[in-house]
């Protein structure tokens, strides 16, 4: 520490006392002297030094110290010194202790999610079942039609003991994407040359167990489907649908149960995510990280282990000439092609209306077989 002073010309005997005592007082390492037109009545004479921090105390300041005493006035001068010293000390003390503080905040809040996560996956994982599908395929080019049958799994979220069950309509009917991602290409007078049809439906439990189902609602503008198995009587696993209340923010943690198909041996997966936006509108809906919103059909919680909605497409409806752009441009990337289909996180809200009308519709009636 050092004390220097523009005083040197004039200090009287009581300042130079002053000068050693306070040097072997304050425990200083020297006095230094500064020049004369430095030691003014209006600028600082005397300035201790700590690293960055120092005090003044001007000339006359100092002579009225010295009229006074040394151990008083000095002791109120060192004091700030020791006071700086000491926070400054402190908040190197302090800062690893913050950055722990927040490091520990944030660990407990993955930890938090992650149990979560794992207790609902473990609870609700019967209820994230496979459907499986025998689908129609008629193309129609150049004025010569083909029919393809083919079979396809998709994941579905069973939502009343009874086994109503919801999917995304896009994946139940594949060609739904393609129009949208055509648009207006082919011309809003012709026809799309693809269109599919349901022949056979069955929901695929967790213990392998397959069960006949049919399609009993399905609506396109909201990308709900709809299936219920042929036997009422039939208990299954459901997750409970209540509404959530709570808007969700930007940034939100949430995460996603769902399933691998046959390839993985249809094992639960359990996804982390979060929100990314925040779409609002006569029915509000969000936009979640990729790794999460590819889960469709399976429903998505917050860290809390509360229902959150159901993972589905948003798709637009008219292109004014665009889609022919967002078709090219989907599989390279373009925002074109995003633009023309997303995947969103549609609130449960919605689902909890949507399957009111889905238990109140009939049950298709088999055909009859027919002559053989």
Not at 286 to 298: F, I, K, P, Q, R
Request: charged fraction near 25%.
């Amino acid at each position: 520490m050092i004390l220097k002073t523009g005083v040197s010309h004039r200090a009287t005997e009581t300042t130079e006392a002053a000068h050693k005592e306070l040097i072997s007082s304050q425990g200083l390492e020297k006095l230094l002297p500064v020049g004369e037109d430095e030691a003014s009545e209006n600028r600082p004479a005397f300035h201790f030094l700590c690293g960055c921090d120092s005090v003044a105390i001007s000339t006359a300041g100092f002579r009225r110290m010295a009229g006074r005493g040394m151990s008083a006035p000095f002791l109120v001068a060192g004091e700030p010194i020791r006071m700086r010293r000491e926070m400054k000390n402190y908040r190197w003390r302090v800062a690893p202790i913050v950055v722990l503080c927040l490091f520990s905040s944030f660990s407990a809040w993955a930890g938090d999610i992650r149990e979560s996560a794992r207790v609902v996956a473990e609870r609700s994982r019967r209820a994230v079942v496979t459907i499986r599908l025998v689908i129609k395929l008629k193309q129609n080019y150049m004025g010569r039609s083909t029919d393809q049958e083919h079979q396809l799994e998709v994941n579905g979220t069973v939502i009343d003991p009874f086994g109503l069950t919801v999917t995304a309509a896009s994946l139940i009917d594949p060609t739904s994407v393609l129009k949208t991602l055509m648009g207006s290409t082919l011309g809003a007078t012709k026809p799309f040359p693809l269109e599919s049809e349901v022949k056979q439906t069955a929901i695929l439990l967790e213990d392998g167990t397959e069960v006949e189902a049919d399609v009993v609602l399905k609506d396109s503008d909201l990308d709900m489907a709809f299936i219920r198995p042929h036997e009422p009587s039939r208990q299954f696993d459901a997750v409970a649908l209540k509404p959530h209340g709570v808007a969700l923010r930007p940034l939100d943690p949430i995460f996603v149960i769902g399933r691998l198909g046959k390839i993985g041996n249809r094992a639960t997966t359990v996804t982390l995510g979060s929100v990314k936006a925040v779409v609002k509108g006569p029915r509000t809906f969000y936009v979640c990280d990729n790794e999460a919103s590819l889960n469709l059909g399976c429903v998505a919680y917050d860290s809390a282990g509360e229902l959150l909605g159901i993972f589905l497409t948003k798709q637009r409806q008219e292109f004014g000439g665009e889609a022919g752009v967002s078709f090219l441009t989907m599989f390279m990337g373009g925002a074109a092609g995003r633009d023309a289909v997303i995947p969103i996180l549609r609130p449960v809200e919605d689902i909890i209306e949507i399957a009111e009308q889905a238990r109140k519709a009939k049950l298709p009636q088999a055909k009859e077989p027919g002559p053989k």
